[in-house]
């Protein structure tokens, strides 16, 4: 059979289409025969069983993402709000800030390289359409076991991705995460981040308006990039000549990216769009029933235009072709002439594939026949809706309390942090962040292995942006409604301790599947308490991610619901580094530790997870954000505790300045003793540095916070001393930095 | 001598942006004969004598899982004299 016609369809009722190959369920296929009022020709059904897919349709998690509608906070900064490619942010002087973060999981598994090169092209092109010039990427990745033999294969791939692509488009990477967990074999978590800037009158939307407006395609030409499932429709039913099933994998091209780019943004500086949306997944199907259901709705489209890399491509793998690097606009006729001519000058191929219409559905023919004849809403919008069954997994009632040996002797001590600052999720990460280009543009004010990435925005009034991206996966594990606010508050302080104010959030929630109830019920109690947790803290929501599926057979990933958070610095000069840079500085610990140590670095080493996550203190976390900003001016060096404890953010800092320090700990002040003071990850602490001078005006600003201030040392010499164990800063930085060259070099 | 000769190729429906520069340069330099190109890579491999079939099928083998990355590239294995 050659082309499935809308009237073929309409004369054929009884025809088996494969929609189960597809991925949809039976109920589903009869809802599209429903909504239709007949079945679906090949193409149409391609574009339903694309859009109607867990990653497009979000249909197991929408029920439960509706909360962060309900529970929105009422914010003035936020300018553009959830469902957009991206939110906006107000950061002030006129500048728009536009962020997002997106997993490409499953496809950096299979080929780790482009998995990775592609999700960076991808969030890309999500920022570049809300009119903004991408300033920075940042990249949380979770990996299985260091030493596994796939790691091996997987995270070289990956991180010659990032770098690979992100270095070609001129965008520095100022951060993000490497942590290692036995659950992500054969599911590694691949999430970028990219942020933008604009003016605010610059911001643009996904909408096709204005009847006769043009549909223009702009970009790469489309070939047979990702559309594995299409295949099946179009060589196993339709045309059984079809030489090779289709390979699901992508390859993108950073320098077509870069040009696209630059000539993105010279077209949107002349106004000529009145729309605009990128192509990733489902390609030219998501982009048109989005542009359209956005729009006033109804839109033609001329499938033969489109121009193509591989002549081969029925219409069914065109409209599913996830082809790199390419745009859809919506341009009046007026304007054509100039938008074509921008392209030119930038050798970016540009072509007419449709134009608006006036009534209410999207009708794509090929050559002249009908093959798509749908209400563009009931593709991008009306998926289905499931209420997933949800159940509390048995493993939180089998959790068993931590039982850690205490540490006490000089000689314990010093084995005890070596031993912790050479684990591969402590070490250092250089080996994977020298591959990233961290200055380029020339605004990097911060970067890996800082706090928060820190980029700045205005050359003259030095007004700038402050990022940091966490999860806490053993603490989602252990208590998911916590863990994922304990996240937040740490990503929040990152932003504080380096010198920039909280202002947004947007989320990337990777789960397992959502068919196992146990999943399930994790990511919603992860949904509720991450809504809870930006009400409390006064944080819009500005979009977000959701990834399921990372499961082999049983095993489901940890559950790993990675927070970023945007920050707004007024003078980037005064921002906080992490280490300090002379002797003499007296160092101190704000907030105090406990002895819970769940989920700790310290306890992994042990091979332990323990019982609870710690208690989310979001009163003095917030007071303790005050105290960080406020004494910002007096410190010398600031940096959070988290993973590692108190003993890693001290070596962090010693490492880093080549200055040692000299630490004394009374152990009777915390209930952990001195094994809890060094190794428990107790949220809400900052280490800061500062001169003795400026001691009385931290002093006054912690006690007016309430926020308890200890003393911990002071800097100088070249060794670790703590509580009379010296680690020399030599043998101290060898384990740190050994461990990554001796796992992947 | 004989050689055991690995090529390797991108599969023809992956992008090909390497192919695609060339073919954009060769008219800029004035060869207007190409319409489009594509690049791979090519492995030599000599061996001692002749290649045998047992060393065939290394090859074969060290193609599949080494010299080419079958999820995007395709490769055969020959003997050039």
């Known amino acids: 059979m050659a082309l499935d016609t809308v009237a073929n369809a309409a004369a054929t009722p009884d025809f088996e289409l494969p929609f189960a190959q597809l991925g949809l369920k039976e109920d589903e296929y009869a809802k599209i025969r429903e ?97 903004a010039r991408p300033i920075a990427v940042m990249d949380p990745l979770r990996f299985g076991a260091a030493d596994a033999p796939d790691t091996r294969r997987v995270l070289p791939g990956v991180v010659a991705g990032i770098g690979g692509y992100g270095n070609c488009l001129g965008l520095p990477n100022i951060g993000g ?65 079809k030489p090779t099933k289709r390979p699901a994998v992508q390859v993108g091209d950073p320098f077509a ?69 390419r745009m859809c606009a919506i341009v009046e006729p007026s304007k054509l002439a100039r938008f074509m001519a921008i392209c030119k000058k930038w050798d970016v191929t540009a072509t007419v594939i449709g134009e608006v219409t006036s009534g209410d559905r999207l009708h794509i023919t090929h050559n002249g026949e009908l093959i798509v004849d749908v209400p563009p809403r009931t ?117 504080a301790t380096s010198g920039a104010k909280p202002l947004a959030i947007t989320n990337c929630l990777n789960f397992g599947s959502p068919e196992d109830p146990g999943v399930m019920w994790t990511f919603a109690e992860t949904v509720r308490g991450l809504a809870d947790i930006c ?101 010398a060096a600031a940096h959070d505790i988290s993973n590692g404890g108190l003993a890693a953010t001290l070596s962090e800092m010693v490492i880093k300045s080549g200055i040692g320090a000299t630490i004394s700990i009374p152990g009777e002040v915390v209930p952990g003793g001195l094994t ?15 001169k003795t001078d400026n001691v009385a005006a931290v002093e006054r600003i912690a006690t007016d916070l309430n926020i308890p201030m200890h003393t911990l040392g002071v800097t100088g010499g070249d060794a670790l001393v703590i509580n009379g164990a010296s680690i020399p800063l030599a043998e101290l930085s060898a384990a740190y930095t050994e461990t990554f060259p001796r796992l992947f070099g | ?18 192919g695609q520069a060339v073919a954009a340069a060769l008219p800029r330099l004035g060869f207007t004969f190409a319409q489009s190109v594509r690049q791979g890579k090519r492995f030599e491999i000599e061996v001692a004598g002749e290649p045998t079939p047992a060393m065939l099928a290394d090859a074969e083998r060290a193609a599949e899982e080494f010299l080419a990355n079958t999820v995007i590239e395709s490769f055969v294995v020959k003997v050039e004299q």
Request: with cysteine; charged share 20%.
């Open chain 1, 35 to 131: 909504i239709l009022g007949r079945r679906p020709t090949g193409s149409e059904l391609a574009m339903y069983s694309v859009m109607w897919s867990e990653h497009c349709s979000y249909k197991s998690s929408k029920v439960h993402l509706k909360q962060f509608g309900e529970k929105a906070v009422k914010s003035d900064a936020l300018l553009v709000g959830i469902g957009e490619n991206a939110g906006v942010v107000d950061i002030g002087q006129g500048y728009a800030v536009t962020f997002k973060a997106e997993s490409h999981n499953h496809p950096s598994f299979v080929e780790p390289y482009q998995g990775a090169a592609t999700g960076i092209g991808g969030i890309v092109r999500d920022i570049l359409t809300m009119g």
């Open chain 1, 177 to 241: 995460e490497i942590v290692f967990d036995e659950t992500y074999a054969g599911n590694p978590l691949v999430n970028a981040l990219c942020v933008g800037v604009m003016r605010h009158e610059d911001i643009k939307l996904a909408q096709a308006h204005g009847a006769g407006n043009l549909v223009v395609l702009y970009g790469a030409k489309t070939g047979g990039d990702g559309i594995g499932g299409a295949s099946i429709l179009a060589s196993e039913t339709f045309n059984t000549a």
């Open chain 1, 257 to 325: 990216e870069k040009v696209l780019i630059e000539c993105s943004l010279e077209i949107f500086a002349e106004d000529l769009v009145v729309g605009i949306q990128d192509l990733g997944a489902a390609g030219i199907s998501c982009a048109t029933t989005e542009l359209a259901s956005a729009g006033t709705g109804g839109m033609n489209v001329q499938l033969e235009k489109v121009p193509l890399r591989d002549p081969s491509l029925s219409p069914e793998e065109i409209l599913m072709s996830e082809s790199q690097e």
């Open chain 1, 379 to 495: 593709v991008a919008h009306d998926g289905p809706v499931l209420t997933r069954p949800m159940a509390r997994p048995e493993y939180l009632d089998s959790l068993t309390p931590t039982s850690l040996a205490p540490i006490e002797s000089a000689a314990d001590i010093k084995a005890a942090v070596l031993k912790l600052m050479s684990a591969p999720n402590i070490a250092d990460k250089s080996w994977v962040t020298k591959q990233f280009d961290h200055y380029v543009q020339g605004n990097t004010i911060l970067s890996q292995p800082e706090d928060s990435g820190m980029i700045r925005i205005d050359e003259k009034t030095h007004l700038g942006i402050a990022i940091s991206t966490d999860a806490n996966a053993r603490w989602s594990y252990l208590d998911p409604y916590n863990g994922v606010k304990l996240a937040l508050l740490e990503s929040c302080r990152n932003i």
């Open chain 1, 535 to 635: 009400l409390e803290m006064g944080l819009p929501v500005t979009g977000g991610n959701v990834s399921f599926y990372n499961q082999t057979g049983k095993v489901a990933i940890l559950p790993t619901p990675v927070v970023g958070v945007l920050g707004v610095i007024e003078d980037v000069r005064t921002r906080s580094a992490m280490s300090f840079k002379e002797a003499g500085l007296e160092l101190f610990q704000l907030g105090n530790a406990d002895d819970n140590f769940s989920g700790s670095e310290w306890a992994h080493l042990h091979g332990q997870m323990g019982d609870r996550a710690p208690t989310p203190d979001v009163d003095h976390e917030t007071r303790l954000v005050k105290v960080l900003l406020a004494g910002q001016k007096y410190f």
């Open chain 1, 676 to 690: 809890g003071a060094l190794f428990a990850e107790t949220p809400g602490r900052v280490v800061i540095a500062v």
């Open chain 2, 1 to 18: 001598m004989p050689k055991i000769i690995v090529e390797v190729m991108l599969k023809p429906e992956i992008l090909d942006p390497q």
